[in-house]
T-cell receptor, first 112, second 113 residues
Framework: DQQVKQNSPSLSVQEGRISILNCDYTNSMFDYFLWYKKYPAEGPTFLISISSIKDKNEDGRFTVFLNKSAKHLSLHIVPSQPGDSAVYFCAASGGSNYKLTFGKGTLLTVNP | NAGVTQTPKFRVLKTGQSMTLLCAQDMNHEYMYWYRQDPGMGLRLIHYSVGEGTTAKGEVPDGYNVSRLKKQNFLLGLESAAPSQTSVYFC????????????FGEGSRLTVL
């Protein structure tokens, strides 16, 4: 059973436009959510996170929104840049769990 | 500023052979993890450790063993490699467990023929 779902395997946007990546989760115990970015042949790197006590967290061009009632979070990138082209993983943790559970990832392509 | 270092970066094995992947971190992190990444499957946790001398199973532990004899090192062993273990393996460490940022190594690509 997949507890963290990223239902869009890929997304393509034009440079300068907004990119919206979505993530759904099923485990009600999750209370901390993170987004990681991964370039080919590199390890994932941390991008932004949000605690369940918040519904929005912003860091420069990146904003994460959390809708706890819908068990849904999204990552907004504005404006999108070609260097943002990468695989984005949504991850979640909660309770006494020391582990992160990852989604399958979404490949974002930003076209010049 | 090495961060998390994985060795080897690439390895080809024959079915039934054994090998060990080494992960070393220089950030004095308590928590360390081994993930595997497969096409269409995302990152799946194999084993993890919450401190020196401790290990625990993740989502897909079968066929793997781990050891954390020193705080800075986390070893992943394959006793009898199988083609299903062909994957890219990532080690990660963090200071504060599930709510902490994970720092990943560059990955180790393993092919089992």
């Amino acid at each position: 059973d997949q507890q963290v779902k990223q239902n869009s395997p890929s997304l393509s946007v034009q440079e300068g436009r907004i990119s919206i990546l979505n993530c759904d989760y099923t485990n009600s115990m999750f209370d901390y959510f993170l987004w990681y970015k991964k370039y080919p042949a590199e390890g994932p790197t941390f991008l932004i996170s949000i605690s369940s006590i918040k519904d929005k967290n912003e860091d420069g061009r990146f904003t994460v929104f959390l809708n706890k009632s819908a068990k849904h979070l999204s990552l907004h990138i504005v404006p999108s840049q070609p260097g943002d082209s990468a695989v984005y993983f949504c991850a979640a943790s909660g309770g006494s769990n020391y582990k992160l559970t990852f989604g399958k990832g979404t490949l974002l392509t930003v076209n010049p | 500023n090495a961060g998390v270092t994985q060795t080897p970066k690439f390895r080809v094995l024959k079915t039934g052979q054994s090998m060990t992947l080494l992960c070393a971190q220089d950030m004095n992190h308590e928590y360390m993890y081994w993930y595997r990444q497969d096409p269409g499957m995302g990152l799946r946790l194999i084993h993890y450790s919450v401190g020196e001398g401790t290990t625990a199973k993740g989502e897909v532990p079968d066929g793997y063993n781990v050891s954390r004899l020193k705080k800075q090192n986390f070893l992943l062993g394959l006793e009898s490699a199988a083609p299903s273990q062909t994957s890219v393996y990532f080690c990660a460490s963090s200071r504060t467990g599930g709510t902490g940022e994970l720092f990943f190594g560059e990955g180790s690509r393993l092919t089992v023929l």
